[in-house]
């Protein structure tokens, strides 16, 4: 575990339950009724290496610099990352012009389009990258296919950071697509097409809206750029919504990945509820259930499910079982930026 995540883990709330709750599980009991006795853990979930080296680089620029610090936009989509963050003397913006000429800025893990660095650089900011490595990667292979003459297919969630800065590497060339039913709707094109994708779909989604390109465009070079972490969170969340009567996925609603989580979940035909912590849990959830499976999207820290943990043995689980399906060892170089020492 880095230092990074040990210290968002340290911040888990003690929780009790309240009175109404252990009245309700008493009745439930007395009823017969089923209570959660079995919680399954999804292996992997929560931070991605992505993540880490993001908040690891705003962390040692709080600790390191006087605030404020500023950040564009969220530097990962989580409410309490952002918070605990906000509440140190980091201020997150929207928009360069909002920034003092020669402050420090951090460009979040989602990426940035190239005239958001130029605006940055006209304004004298000091930058450190924070983007996440593998949507840099994206962002590479938009630009050079824009240069060498092909026309680019974006696939990904209008609106969202990481769409909106892919995007902005070639505006004039990409076209943003959702679903499949989106491709029926576009040209013939004489010329050659690249696709490429958001880092954060979901996977079985995305096969069909590939698939719907190439029946179209049958020489379409094609880059698959889910990531290897929302990958391997898609594939553990299936493997405990397959034996779960209700499956749990903590995240922020503006997390594309946490969503997505959901969404495979209930397509395994269970319950299934985003919540971005314990708060937001109605016990109602939990009646008639017996296995609850949790997970938590690349952005959460784990303190954010230890309450949930606490809360379900509390109301009777006797036995957590981590269902593993990946080992991640995946780790990334920190900004270049902090090992020089300075912005660019
Ligand atoms: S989800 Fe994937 S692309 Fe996004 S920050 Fe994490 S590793 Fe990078």
């Given at each position: ?39 399954l ?196 969340v299936r493997a405990i919504a397959e034996r779960a009567?209700?499956v ?17 979940a209930?397509?395994a035909g269970k ?22 499976g ?29 269902v ?21």
């Amino acid at each position: 575990m880095t230092a990074i995540q040990s210290r968002f883990e340290r911040g888990g709330a003690a929780h009790s339950l309240p009175p109404t709750a252990t009245a309700r599980i008493e009745r439930l009991r007395g009823e017969r009724m089923l209570v959660p006795h079995t919680l399954l853990l999804a292996e992997p979930r929560g931070f991605c290496a992505g993540v880490v080296r993001a908040i690891d680089a705003l962390d040692r620029l709080l600790a390191s610099e006087p605030p404020p610090i500023y950040a564009f936009h969220e530097i990962v989509h989580n409410r309490y990352v952002v918070d605990r963050f906000r509440s140190r003397g980091a201020i997150f913006v929207n928009s360069i012009a909002e920034v003092p000429e020669g402050a420090r800025i951090v460009l979040s893990a989602h990426g940035v389009a190239p005239a958001v660095v130029e605006q940055a650089r006209q304004r004298r900011l000091r930058i450190v990258d924070a983007t996440c490595p593998l949507v840099t990667k994206v962002h590479l292979e938009t630009r050079k296919a824009a240069r060498d003459g092909f026309e680019i297919l974006l696939v990904g969630h209008r609106g969202h950071d990481e769409i909106v800065g892919t995007a902005g590497e070639a505006p004039a060339r990409t076209t943003v697509l959702e679903t499949p039913d989106e491709v029926a709707a576009l040209p013939r094109r004489a010329g050659p097409v690249f696709v490429v994708t958001q880092t954060t779909l979901s996977v079985d989604d995305t096969a069909k809206t590939i698939s719907a390109i190439r029946d179209r465009y049958p020489d379409a070079q094609v880059r698959n750029d889910i990531c290897y972490a929302t990958t391997n969170r898609q594939a553990a969340v299936r493997a405990i919504a397959e034996r779960a009567d209700l499956v749990l996925v903590v995240g922020s609603p503006n997390s594309s990945n946490t969503v997505r989580l959901r969404e495979v979940a209930a397509s395994a035909g269970k319950p299934a509820y985003r919540v971005d912590g314990l708060e937001e849990i109605d016990p109602a959830w939990y009646e008639g259930v017996g296995v609850v499976g949790l997970t938590a999207g690349a952005s959460v820290p784990d303190a954010l499910l230890e309450p949930i943990i606490a809360d379900l043995r509390a109301r009777g689980v006797t036995r957590v079982e981590p269902v593993v399906v990946a080992s991640e060892t995946m780790e990334f170089n920190p900004p270049v930026e902090l090992d020089a020492g300075g912005g660019r």
